[in-house]
């Protein structure tokens, strides 16, 4: 199993310019989360799904958008990037556990974007 | 307003030499309390979950605890290979899916 998986590593963007944050992860979970991580802060849910063509905002969903079409794709999209987006992007899915009705989330390696 | 404070931000220690990190949070009722260690440049990796105070889980040289307000990840004659940021996260009992993120502690164990 390769887990949960993103690309790209690293991405430098001008402003106003648009890009897919691409995340797969072959565990066959239906939960499957986006969030950002900034210096000293902790993660932010941007966005997360609960199963292909289920989507729903999290905390700080404004400036992105996503898609799921297949059980094992999360792609995040920006749109018009701003220095704000400057961030650390993390992918993760995750299983239920069903008598504690809570999930243990699985996370992939991240992508550092800079917007500039 | 549901929050998780974590501390020290940074914590310095001699190989062997034990202490704890501190996770407290402030929820409406608690589902679940899940620590994570995050190497940099990688993802959060997960280590465990609590449920209800008074709950323990061990691994390797880590033991997190759980209170009603707070909980500990001791950890016990650390090694270098210890070193990493640890994330503490809530979920509340009127939360499905979001977790609420504290920013981590910053562990340096030095040889």
């Known amino acids: 199993n390769a887990g949960v998986t993103q690309t790209p590593k690293f991405r430098i963007l001008k402003i106003g310019q648009s890009m897919t944050l691409q995340c797969t992860q072959d565990m066959n979970h239906n939960y499957m989360y986006w969030y950002r991580q900034d210096p000293g802060m902790g993660l932010k849910l941007i966005y997360y799904?609960?199963?292909?063509?289920?989507?729903d905002k999290g905390e700080v969903p404004n400036g992105y958008n996503v898609s799921r079409s297949t059980t094992e794709d999360f792609p995040l999209r920006l749109e018009l990037a701003a220095p704000s987006q400057t961030s650390v992007y993390f992918c993760a899915s995750s299983y239920p556990i069903v008598q504690r009705g809570t999930y243990e989330q699985y996370f992939g390696p991240g992508t550092r974007l800079t917007v500039t | 307003e549901d929050q998780v404070t974590q501390s020290p931000e940074a914590l310095r220690l001699q190989e062997g030499e034990s202490s704890s990190l501190n996770c407290s949070y402030t929820?409406?009722?608690?589902?679940?309390l899940f620590w994570y260690r995050q190497d940099p440049g990688k993802g959060p990796e997960f280590l465990f979950t609590l449920y209800s105070a008074g709950e323990e889980k061990e691994k390797e040289r880590l033991k997190a605890t759980l209170t009603k307000k707070e909980s500990f990840l001791h950890i016990t004659a650390p090694k270098p290979e210890d070193s990493a940021t640890y994330l503490c996260?809530?979920?509340?009992?009127?939360?499905?899916?979001?977790?609420?993120w504290g920013a981590g502690t910053k562990l340096i164990i030095k040889p």
């Open positions: 929820v409406s009722g608690l589902r679940g």
């Open positions: 996260a809530v979920q509340a009992g009127d939360s499905n899916y979001q977790l609420i």
């Open positions: 799904s609960v199963g292909a063509g289920i989507t």
